[in-house]
């Protein structure tokens, strides 16, 4: 009877120490690098919040991608670059990041760090309407009334043949 309890014993000694494992190495944070960020940035903390967003927007991370556009934006921590805030936009929104494609959209619309553009425009807004957003929308048909059918046509023909980048 007694070789029936060994491999139990094992097995909790087993499980025990895998858990100790798994708490000392920090695979179970509680938080990630992108909740640390948005409250470094709620906080008013731009520089902590850029510190954190930067590292992970260039591995691709579409959000931090948008929260770096949005900052370049504004001028938080960094200089104000509607430029540099349209190329964050860029690679976001082609995530299917709707955050970005709406701004994308707006920022085309405007010719703000890119040359205006209501066929762009209406690309992205297009996309982001798709995933819901009422305003992208609205947004839309206003930027519709400056575009010829046929314009309208062959974007639509686009955005149902769009695919998001990974």
């Known amino acids: 009877m007694s070789a029936k309890r060994k491999p139990g014993k094992i097995f909790i000694i ?8 798994l708490f000392f190495t920090g695979c179970c944070k509680k938080t990630s690098t992108m909740d640390e960020a948005g409250k470094a940035y709620q ?17 691709g991370n579409a959000e931090a991608q948008a929260n770096i556009a949005f900052m370049y934006y504004c001028g938080m921590h960094f200089p104000k670059d509607h430029k540099k805030a349209a190329e964050w936009y ?4 082609k995530q299917n990041y709707l955050n970005a494609q709406f701004s994308l959209g707006t920022l085309y619309e405007n010719g703000e760090g890119v040359k205006r553009d209501f066929e762009k425009a209406y690309f992205w807004y297009s996309l982001a309407e798709k995933q819901g957003d009422k305003d992208a929308k609205r947004l839309r048909r206003e930027v519709e009334r400056q575009l010829s059918a046929k314009q309208i046509k062959e974007l639509k023909q686009k955005i149902a043949a769009w695919k998001p980048e990974k």
């Not at 087993?14 to 494992?21: E, H, N, R, T």
């Not at 906080?43 to 591995?59: I, L, N």
């Not at 860029?90 to 929104?93: C, E, I, N, Q």
């Open 90 to 93: 860029t690679r976001s929104a």
């Open 14 to 21: 087993f499980i025990a120490l895998a858990v100790i494992g």
């Open 43 to 59: 906080s008013g903390d731009f520089k902590k919040a850029a510190e954190m967003f930067v590292p992970e927007a260039e591995k």
